[in-house]
């Protein structure tokens, strides 16, 4: 390249450059240290995961649209309280490193012990049983009637009187098992019924 060129493609040398050089410690360059990040993110995680097993089963059923603004909130409030001062791609993966693998590390340690498991995640809480609500617990819980039956009906109860048995589950989901007689037939069980129906009318034909 001749003086000439070199000359004339300096400023844009520069230009580019200039642009470059701030920009990579804004990316690499912690204003935290590393083991306040570890620190921040595993004391984070751990106070959310209390917060869960304390208001968990109400809060993650998502009973009504405020439960649904407190979940989408959530990561929102606590962010600022991981990331500190740093914003850097280097303190994000980081952060995101150290979550996984708290996550996976308590997870498998919750499936070789039950007891770690009942303080994580707890136990099943009853909800009806055989037609009738047991109060107590949707009390404890602070869901009401009006909410249960609302989540019946989406498990295809159109009544209480039609449960025989439903729980909430540690992660908010809710298992409901009908009584037989108010158990909907499925088309395999249906045709099953007309051919055994069909078959005595035959024998008895003959």
């Excluded at 150290?98 to 136990?123: F, I, K």
């Excluded at 051919?195 to 035959?202: F, M, P, V």
């Amino acid at each position: 390249m001749s003086l000439t060129a070199a000359a004339a493609l300096a400023p844009v040398t520069s230009l580019v450059t200039g642009a470059v050089d701030p920009l990579l410690p804004d990316l690499f360059v912690m204003d935290v240290s590393v083991a306040e990040k570890i620190v921040r993110t595993v004391l984070v995680y751990l106070g959310i995961a209390v917060l869960i097993r304390v208001a968990g089963k109400r809060l993650m059923a998502q009973m009504n649209n405020l439960d649904l603004v407190v979940v989408l909130l959530l990561s929102n409030v606590v962010q600022n309280a991981i990331i500190g001062n740093d914003v850097t791609l280097t303190g994000g993966l980081i952060g995101a490193t150290v979550l996984v693998l708290v996550n996976a590390v308590l997870d498998r340690w919750a499936d070789r012990s039950p007891r770690v498991r009942w303080l994580l995640e707890g136990t099943p809480t009853s909800l009806v049983r055989d037609g009738a609500v047991i109060d107590a617990d949707l009390r404890r819980l602070g869901i009401t009637r009006t909410e249960l039956r609302e989540a019946l009906r989406q498990q295809g109860a159109e009544d209480v009187s039609e449960v025989a048995f439903a729980e909430i589950e540690p992660g908010g989901s809710i298992h409901v098992d009908l009584r037989p007689e108010d158990r909907g037939v499925s088309w395999a069980e249906f045709e099953a019924a007309v051919e055994r129906l069909s078959a005595l009318i035959t024998a008895e034909r003959r």
